[in-house]
């Protein structure tokens, strides 16, 4: 009776502690109204891949409108500087044409560490010209770009959710040039 005894309780005690733990991540993952971003980026995966997610806060109208080649379109849908001195680029890439394009790999860079770790958008710069100062893509303790990663091919017609990570530059600059290797510049207002 005893060995029952003890078996009951520690089920009682495991499942104690698993309904603790599960009030505990829904406290922490709850609204209550609080929609400030997190302070840290999030660094890409292990794998060095990270796969491309739908963007939060895209605006209806576009910042910038990108042409590359074979027709490639990048969207500029928002840049959002947060209070961590970091500056977010969110938009789209889309094949324009009527046949699948590769992806240049020119976008990456030609950084020896960046090409590295595969293909990104690790060669998108912001400029301040203000300041007289290029901000370059920020990169995780493994040297990752902080951009969207594991792309390759657009079928006709199809995008891509894309960011870009930054440093921000100072407080008073809200204009700055968005430049990626293969593409047109254009000029675009951060928020924030």
């Known amino acids: ?21 599960l009030a505990v991540g829904v406290a922490g993952c709850g609204g209550g109204g609080d929609d400030k971003k997190p302070d840290t980026p999030a660094s890409a995966s292990r794998e060095g891949e990270s796969k491309p997610s739908a963007q939060e806060g895209q605006a209806d109208e576009p910042l910038a409108e990108l042409k590359g080649q074979d027709g490639l379109v990048l969207q500029i849908t928002s840049a959002e500087r947060d209070s961590g ?10 094949n324009d044409g009527d046949k699948s394009v590769l992806v240049p790999g020119a976008v990456r ?15 998108a710069t912001l400029v301040d010209s203000k300041g007289k100062k290029r901000y370059y893509v920020l990169r995780d303790t493994d040297g990752r770009p902080l951009t969207t990663t594991g792309f390759s091919t657009l079928k006709a017609g199809e995008s891509l959710a894309v960011f870009m990570q930054f440093p921000a530059p100072p407080t008073d600059t809200t204009e700055v040039a968005f430049q990626l290797p293969t593409f047109a510049s254009a000029t675009i207002t951060i928020s924030g």
């Open 85 to 94: 001195g970091f500056v977010t680029v969110n938009g789209s890439m889309k």
């Open 109 to 123: 860079g030609d950084e020896t560490e960046i090409i590295r770790n595969g293909r990104s958008f690790g060669g």
């Open 1 to 21: 009776m005893s060995n029952r005894f003890n078996a009951r309780a520690r089920r009682g005690m495991v499942a104690l502690t698993v309904a603790a733990g």
